[in-house]
């Protein structure tokens, strides 16, 4: 075993003996200084108390790092499966390239899916198809009796990814693709940057428990500010958000060192200071003050549609929601369901893998529960959560979204 550990190492000191006996040769001085580099290592390796690795299997023990640096890529192209959804799987990717360069996205010879396994997904399709469809008209009005300003909402739209865990790039190419579709862009929580503004795509401002864009210099709901950029006939909803699937009941947390005057202009906060949003909203504790709230928002923007968004956890907390809906009269327009397969710019990983229900079965969960409570007529339902497909569209419009 001694020997088996050591054995690289004695190589190179072989290697370097050797080459000192040689140094005659033209040769000799670049394999002298390989071999003196790889000894030097070796050292250093030997002596270090840091990894044990390292310590144990001098030199080639650093072949570990080297492997793991490249093991993502070796995943990606020689060991994943076509199916292997993490996060999104070889076929639904090439799906979205070839789509998005509006190359041919058909497949001959049939499905290489196994139909029989557990967990295949299908449509039952009938005897009778109706008529093709027109896309234009697949819409849906949002905004119920207290909206003034209803939104005609594409079914499929951008979800929430805030300008500071995406770039600006990355946010002007987003709006420019809701402008070119005509469907709608979420802000995030992170406010609305002049990036959101350069294309002119439909905007859902999204509001969470940081009230950027609105926010005092304390960190409280501003309805003043909130009033001013609510104004901006390309807001088009407010969306105000409990929780998200990557990270439900965790604020949102942007490193000092991310914080750029940029940044700090559309939050509302200072630069180069840890901007923390805390994991609970300030200015309502309660259901019953939640839908107040709801209709303070809807009567600062001028009647413009007013939903929010969560992950559920306690399906009974959800349930009180409801119940406030009823006693108070005031119903929100829309609830963004989002499961907790959901992506996000940073999270621990116990709350990206281990919190929150899956978005299927919370999007069934909420939608019979409005039905149970007769109010599911007055309350459009959407769905976030890797939904990239018309299959992935039609799948969660069965359970119950609109």
Known sequence: ????????????????????????????????????????????????????????????GRL???????????????????????????????????????????????TLSDVYKNGYEFISHSTKPKPLADPD????????SDARDPYMASIFNISAMSFGSLSANAIRALNEGAKLGDFAHD??????????????????????????????????????????????????????????????GHGGILPGEKVSPEIAATRGIPVGVDCISPAEHSAFSTPLEMMQFLAQLRTLSK?????????????????GMVKAMRETGIFPDFIVVDGAEGGTGAAPV?????????MRESLLFVHNTLVGAGVRDRIKIGAAGKIVSAFDIAAVLGLGAD
């Not at 000799?28 to 790889?38: D, K, N, Q, R, Y």
């Not at 799906?95 to 058909?106: G, I, T, W």
């Not at 509001?207 to 088009?236: H, L, M, W």
């Open 64 to 110: 570990r790092w080297a492997f793991e640096k490249i093991r993502p890529e070796i995943r990606q192209y020689l060991i994943e499966g076509d199916d292997d959804q993490t996060p999104f799987s070889r076929a639904q990717r090439s799906l979205v390239y070839a789509r998005a360069k509006d190359e041919v996205s058909d497949r001959p010879f049939g």
């Open 187 to 248: 802000t995030g929580e992170g406010g609305i940057s002049p990036y959101h503004r350069e294309n002119g795509g439909d905007l859902i401002w999204e509001i969470g428990s940081g009230y950027f864009g609105c926010r005092t210099e304390k960190g409280r709901f501003d309805p003043v500010r909130f009033a001013d950029n609510a104004a901006d006939p390309q807001v088009k909803m407010i969306e105000l958000k409990l929780s998200q699937g990557a990270k439900p």
């Open 303 to 319: 009647g413009k549609p007013v939903g929010f968004k969560l992950c559920v956890g306690h399906p009974w907390e959800f349930m």
């Open 137 to 144: 008209s697949f819409r849906v009005p949002i905004g119920g």
């Open 1 to 60: 075993m001694f020997f088996s550990r050591f054995t690289v190492l004695g190589l190179c000191l072989a290697g370097l003996l050797f080459a000192l006996t040689r140094l005659s040769d033209a040769w000799a001085l670049p394999v002298l200084a390989i071999f003196s580099c790889l000894c030097l290592l070796g050292v250093i390796d030997l002596i270090q108390t840091r990894h044990a690795v390292r310590r144990n299997y001098p030199i080639i």
């Open 350 to 358: 116990e709350f990206a893998d281990n919190l929150g229900m899956p």
